[in-house]
């Protein structure tokens, strides 16, 4: 009768113990989805702190909006101005990018193959560390090149362009957008990358000397 206790009683502690250790490994393991940004932590009509810009007054041209969920507001008036956020992280872990946008106003006249009118509607971009210029990897909403084009940027080799939506996609509407940021920077720059150094964003009109309106939201990575 003791025996038959003592192997209930070391049956239990062996299952405790193998449950405890796989709540222990799931708790190391990392997140299946880690947020970028969603502009809810920001105050309606400013500019989202902790967001570097290059080019001009970032203030001018993109402000926190909300319409049930907050977002990013992107109106650039003769204006090239790019913001970024540093956010660090191994590619290879989280290979995915997942983020909505939807474009207003495209840039009359916009090709991203060409400096004199190289504008885009809305653009994401994955920026790698480098000494100099960086690689990068830029998501396109173009105002006239077809969808699934690949070209890369008349102002530098190191940025790669890739183009999801285009004037003929619908505007005015929200469009999620999830694309494996990893293979694709394999397939255009031929090697392994680096850890990614921070995420940017564009609406520009500057070579067109037009307008572009763009909204952002909710970009994440993800491992699957």
Not at 106 to 122: I, M
Not at 190 to 197: A, L, M, S, T, Y
Request: charge should be positive.
């Amino acid at each position: 009768m003791y025996r038959k206790q003592l192997v209930r009683i070391l049956v239990f502690f062996v299952f405790v113990s193998g449950t405890l250790a796989m709540a222990g490994l799931a708790g190391n393991e990392p997140a299946a989805v880690r947020q970028v940004e969603d502009f809810s932590r920001f105050k309606i009509g400013t500019f989202p702190e902790g967001w570097k810009s290059r080019g001009g007054d970032a203030s001018q041209v993109y402000r926190v909006r909300a319409n049930q969920e907050s977002y990013l507001e992107a109106k650039a008036i003769n204006s090239a101005v790019t913001i970024a956020k540093e956010f660090e992280y191994d590619l290879r872990a989280y290979p995915f990018l997942t983020w909505q946008w939807r474009v207003i106003q495209c840039p009359k006249g916009g090709d991203e193959r060409y400096k004199k009118t190289g504008d885009s509607a809305a653009a994401i971009y994955v920026i790698f560390p480098a000494l100099f210029r960086p690689n990068n990897i830029k998501y396109v909403w173009s105002a006239s090149l077809p969808i699934g084009t690949t070209t890369e940027s008349p102002y530098s080799s190191k940025t790669k362009i890739i183009v999801l939506r285009n004037q003929s996609s619908p505007l005015g509407t929200w469009v999620s957008e999830k694309v494996n940021v990893y293979e694709d920077y394999k397939r255009l720059f031929g090697h392994e990358p680096e850890q990614v150094k921070a995420i940017g964003l564009m609406s520009d009109s500057d070579n067109t000397k037009s307008r572009s309106e763009a909204h952002y939201k909710k970009i994440s990575i993800s491992r699957q």
